[in-house]
T-cell receptor, first 113, second 112 residues
């Protein structure tokens, strides 16, 4: 089984709808991250969490919220989806050792109509 | 101003040649540097990390770091068609909370 899983893998939604993307990991890592990827822009950090009680905004957090339900679960919500949130979303994890190798989930492709 | 810069490419190289990718970063406090490979539609996977000035070799890959000039490069020797992918440079600044900042990626095409 994959160490970092994301659900759903693909989602089509309409403008104004609230949607949730979920991430689960079996790596036992404390740190989890949500990124979005747009063509030519690399990966941009939305939110990150260094442990269950620690949630931090990334560079593009507006329009998003997160919930760290447990060490293994980190969810990303779009409160009211808009078309420019159409993107590929990745969850990632890392250990809190100072060697910040991040392990990525398979991604969720989101289309907002 | 983007903190991590890469040429978007595509960088086209013949099979068997050396592919040379460059990345520059703006924050002198950056301490850890990574190269990720991403195939189309797939998630990034780490191929190299480097923390000290100089070269680090792993198989056909060599990462080069020059902190004074604020650049990190990746060489792919004996390029294979399976190396065709987008290569993402990423940088960590511990003083900025250990966040990983990515460049936009360089697309590499290896032609048989």
């Amino acid at each position: 089984d994959a160490d970092v899983t994301q659900t759903p893998r693909n989602r089509i939604t309409k403008t104004g709808k609230r949607i949730m993307l979920e991430c689960s990991q079996t790596k036992g890592h404390d740190r989890m991250y949500w990124y979005r990827q747009d063509p030519g822009l690399g990966l941009r950090l939305i939110y990150y969490s260094f442990d269950v009680k620690d949630i931090n905004k990334g560079e593009i957090s507006d329009g998003y919220s997160v919930s760290r339900q447990a060490q293994a679960k980190f969810s990303l919500s779009l409160e009211s989806a808009i078309p420019n949130q159409t993107a590929l979303y990745f969850c990632a994890t890392s250990e809190a050792t100072g060697v910040e190798t991040q392990y990525f989930g398979p991604g969720t492709r989101l289309l907002v109509l | 101003q983007k903190e991590v810069e890469q040429n978007s490419g595509p960088l086209s190289v013949p099979e068997g040649a050396i592919a040379s990718l460059n990345c520059t970063y703006s924050d002198r406090g950056s301490q850890s540097f990574f190269w990720y490979r991403q195939y189309s539609g797939k998630s990034p996977e780490l191929i190299m990390s480097i923390y000290s000035n100089g070269d680090k070799e792993d198989g056909r890959f060599t990462a080069q770091l020059n902190k004074a000039s604020q650049y990190v490069s990746l060489l792919i020797r004996d390029s294979q068609p399976s190396d065709s992918a987008t290569y993402l440079c990423a940088v960590i600044d511990k003083a900025a909370g250990n966040k990983l900042t990515f460049g936009g990626g360089t697309r590499v095409l290896v032609k048989p």
